[in-house]
């Protein structure tokens, strides 16, 4: 009996083979394999689909495991920048400390009323870099030298200076024989005491000085007449009767005049306490123009000295730096911003090299399956 009526079976006829036909999915469904397994080029893709699935939560909420994770990097994170942030915080410290401003507290009178005991004062150090010392400046400078037996204080080169900025952020070195008084006298000045009215001048041009001096001082009860040597200056504090300043000195080198290169910045400010805070300006009388005239030449120097009791009782008003913690707190403010963008351009450098290492980023052609 021929199989013409009887479904085929396989190998039934040798000499004709079966040649079955692709099934078309679109048309028949139900040819697709039952087993479900995705094809040999997707199965990478698959697993990773279903590894984020799993991360990733229902509704893409995110898991407890996940969020506990990313909170363990991130405080391993901070711990790793902790060390950057303290570093870049202490080198900003020091250099505010050392070139820019720093702060020092008033332990004597003889800048009163201006300067009050126990007054915090912030000294500008980059001021006299921009511009010349000016009368009427309220300067700080190192005694050491001039006023002091010993080397003519200077303030050395950069790498000097922070090194001796960072010593004595720490309470090292020797920070020397801090003072602080008005410059009166500018290099090439006549400064003279006193005219007819018993005031001070300086190039012949008298000083009004009502506006600073201590409440019922005279401008001065020791006559001088100085004729400034250049490089140097004359100064004066503002309580005359106890001020221990160049009247009481021009028997020392520089006649008691100070060098310009010990001069460590101008104090601009009150900052403590609150109440007393204020600008320390240029007093109006410091703007005469005839101020600005050529100082006679020659000098003649005036004897009147102090007597032994008012001389002991004078006030060299030195000051003692501050502590450490307004340039600390400055180093810090100023470490935050930096650390966090170190940290970002840090973050986006490491971010483009493994996506540069990454066969699944978009951006490059995968390999065949």
């Given at each position: 009996m021929s199989g013409a009526g009887r479904g085929a079976t396989p190998g039934a006829d040798a000499s004709e083979p079966a040649t079955p036909q692709d099934p078309d999915p679109a048309v028949n469904p139900a040819a697709e394999p039952e087993t479900g397994a995705p094809p040999a080029g997707e199965t990478a893709d698959a697993a990773d689909a279903a590894g984020a699935a799993a991360s990733a939560g229902p509704a893409g909420t995110g898991t407890g495991?996940?969020?506990?994770?990313?909170?363990?990097?991130?405080?391993?994170?901070?711990?790793?920048?902790?060390?950057?942030?303290?570093?870049?915080?202490?080198?900003?410290?020091?250099?505010?400390?050392?070139?820019?401003?720093?702060?020092?507290?008033?332990?004597?009178?003889?800048?009163?009323?201006?300067?009050?005991?126990?007054?915090?004062?912030?000294?500008?150090?980059?001021?006299?870099?921009?511009?010349?010392?000016?009368?009427?400046?309220?300067?700080?400078?190192?005694?050491?030298?001039?006023?002091?037996?010993?080397?003519?204080?200077?303030?050395?080169?950069?790498?000097?200076?922070?090194?001796?900025?960072?010593?004595?952020?720490?309470?090292?070195?020797?920070?020397?024989?801090?003072?602080?008084?008005?410059?009166?006298?500018?290099?090439?000045d006549r400064v003279a005491c006193c005219d007819a009215q018993g005031q001070v001048t300086v190039n012949g041009v008298p000083l009004t000085e009502q506006s600073y001096l201590y409440p019922g001082d005279s401008p001065s009860v020791?006559?001088?007449?100085?004729?400034?040597?250049?490089?140097?200056?004359?100064?004066?504090?503002?309580?005359?009767?106890?001020?221990?300043?160049?009247?009481?000195?021009?028997?020392?080198?520089?006649?008691?005049?100070?060098?310009?290169?010990?001069?460590?910045?101008?104090?601009?400010?009150?900052?403590?306490?609150?109440?007393?805070?204020r600008i320390l300006p240029i007093p109006a009388t410091f703007q005469q123009p005839k101020l600005n005239a050529a100082a006679s030449a020659g000098a003649g120097t005036g004897a009147g000295t102090a007597d032994a009791a008012q001389t002991a009782a004078l006030l060299s008003a030195r000051l003692q730096p501050s502590g450490p913690a307004l340039p600390l707190s400055l180093g810090f403010a100023g470490a935050l911003p930096l650390t966090w963008l170190q940290r970002r351009v840090r973050l986006r450098i490491t971010g483009r090299r493994k996506a540069g290492r990454d066969p699944g980023d978009p951006g490059h052609s995968r390999g065949p399956a």
């Open positions: 495991a996940g969020t506990k994770t990313r909170r363990r990097r991130r405080k391993r994170s901070f711990w790793r920048e902790f060390p950057i942030l303290v570093a870049i915080a202490l080198i900003l410290a020091v250099l505010i400390k050392t070139y820019a401003i720093q702060a020092f507290w008033i332990p004597s009178g003889s800048m009163e009323n201006t300067l009050e005991i126990n007054d915090r004062v912030l000294v500008n150090k980059i001021v006299y870099h921009t511009r010349p010392i000016h009368r009427g400046d309220i300067i700080v400078f190192n005694g050491d030298g001039s006023w002091d037996p010993g080397p003519v204080a200077t303030n050395g080169n950069v790498f000097q200076q922070f090194a001796n900025g960072f010593s004595s952020m720490f309470g090292f070195g020797h920070p020397g024989d801090i003072l602080i008084k008005r410059v009166i006298g500018l290099p090439g020791q006559r001088f007449n100085i004729v400034v040597p250049p490089g140097r200056l004359w100064v004066m504090g503002d309580h005359r009767l106890v001020s221990d300043d160049s009247r009481d000195h021009m028997g020392d080198p520089g006649g008691g005049t100070v060098p310009e290169s010990a001069v460590i910045g101008r104090a601009f400010v009150i900052i403590w306490p609150v109440s007393r805070w």
